[in-house]
């Protein structure tokens, strides 16, 4: 298959979930021109609103190649991902994405992704989010990554 049937696969997956009561949302990932996994975002019905369509083709591809190492495979998405699917595209090792409607396209019917790609863009103390770092009195936030240095 070539960009373009991935792509329509995607597109036709997305449809399908809305017409099940889901979100528009659909991902392959494919390797060597073989799909490894396929998956819409389910998010409403698993009460996650982490489920986007991106991440859970990335946690089956995962599962499929045994490995969380997902370099060399491409990732086809109905929709421009949003940053924490990009995030997790980052942490796969993909390096490759292909996306229908872009972000600024996806603003016409949800603008959310839109402003967190803006909102990346502002200085830390300036986001709508609060984060905050704490350092606890007794303990050393460093402790996890030394005790894994130990270990290797
Ligand atoms: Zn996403």
């Not at 402003?115 to 989010?129: D, F, L, N």
């Not at 704490?134 to 240095?149: C, L, S």
């Amino acid at each position: 298959m070539n960009h373009d049937a991935w792509m329509q696969k995607c597109v036709e997956m997305a449809v399908q979930n809305v017409e099940d009561g889901m979100p528009p949302f659909a991902a392959v990932v494919v390797k060597d021109g073989e799909e490894i996994a396929s998956a819409v975002n389910d998010g409403p019905e698993q009460q996650d609103p982490t489920a986007h369509g991106e991440i859970r083709a990335l946690q089956k591809a995962g599962k499929e190649l045994g490995s969380t190492d997902l370099s060399g495979c491409v990732l086809y998405t109905n929709c421009e991902p949003c940053p924490m699917c990009l995030g997790a595209v980052y942490w796969s090792g993909i390096k490759d994405v292909y996306y229908g409607l872009s972000i600024e396209g996806q603003a016409e019917f949800d603008d959310l992704p839109k402003q967190m790609y803006e909102e990346y863009q502002k200085e830390k103390g300036k986001r709508s989010v609060r984060v905050r770092g704490i350092i606890p009195h007794d303990a050393d936030p460093r402790a996890p990554f030394v005790k894994q240095e130990e270990k290797t």
